[in-house]
């Protein structure tokens, strides 16, 4: 098998796995070059040139940027850190503000579209508050984005199924009266304690 340039030893169990599927069908697989094989390497490339933004109305998009006060507030805020231009939608023949400090364009968004974008990339995945918040303000802005977002991951219900409580709290509860001498021992432990006098336990 020469699929794979790196030593066999060094493969994954997953890699084992496909190559042990793959011998089923050749007994001689070999690995060219993506700039020898144009081809074929064009062949292995998902049909579109740009990632689809089709979950997203770009027009409606834009009417509700020229009406939104928010935005509006933004721009006239001579102390704000945002630099909002006028960009071309890459997928419509519309304009969108965006803000353009961080050197890509990231369009302003609306409220009524917010939840619409974050519900679209934390579903992917259900990562939680920070890499949500990072995949969401890297593309788009709004104000106190972050809080929103932390507020809808944790209120998310799938989330909230699948994740795994390991700070448990045992409630502080009373032990039944026992009916017999030593029928049940109760032992606190502590420690360990500073020495006393060069002593450590008594």
Same mark, same amino acid.
């Given at each position: ?19 042990? %599927? ?11 070059? $993506? ?12 049909? *579109?040139?740009?990632? =689809?933004?089709?979950? /997203? ?15 509006? =507030? ?11 231009? &006028?960009?071309?939608?890459? *997928?419509?023949?519309?304009? /969108? ?8 364009? &990231? ?16 579903? /992917?995945?259900?990562? $939680?508050?920070?890499?949500? %918040?990072?995949?969401i303000? =890297?593309r788009?802005?709004?104000?106190n984005?972050r ?18 409580? &390991? ?5 502080? $509860?009373?032990?039944? /009266?026992?009916?017999? &001498? %030593?029928?049940?021992?109760? *032992?606190?432990?502590?420690g360990?304690?500073?020495? =006393? ?6």
């Amino acid at each position: 098998m020469y699929a794979f340039m790196q030593n066999p030893d060094k493969c994954s169990p997953r890699q084992w796995r496909h190559l042990d %599927f793959i011998s089923q069908f050749s007994t001689d697989v070999r690995h060219i070059n $993506g700039t020898r094989n144009a081809v074929a390497d064009a062949l292995s490339r998902i049909e *579109v040139n740009q990632i =689809s933004n089709s979950f /997203l109305d770009f027009e409606a998009l834009s009417k509700a940027q020229l009406e939104d006060n928010e935005l509006q =507030s933004f721009q006239n805020d001579e102390k704000s850190s945002l630099v909002f231009k &006028r960009v071309p939608s890459p *997928v419509s023949a519309t304009e /969108l503000i965006c803000d353009t400090s961080t050197g890509s364009p &990231r369009p302003f968004v609306p409220h009524n579209f917010r939840r619409t974008i974050f519900e679209h990339f934390h579903n /992917l995945a259900h990562p $939680g508050v920070a890499a949500s %918040f990072q995949l969401i303000a =890297s593309r788009y802005v709004w104000p106190n984005m972050r809080k929103t977002v932390k507020d809808w991951v944790q209120n998310c219900i799938a989330c909230q199924r699948s994740k795994v409580h &390991r700070h448990t709290k045992t409630p502080l $509860g009373t032990f039944a /009266l026992p009916d017999a &001498r %030593f029928l049940h021992i109760h *032992v606190d432990l502590i420690g360990p304690l500073p020495s =006393s006098e060069g002593k450590s336990f008594c």
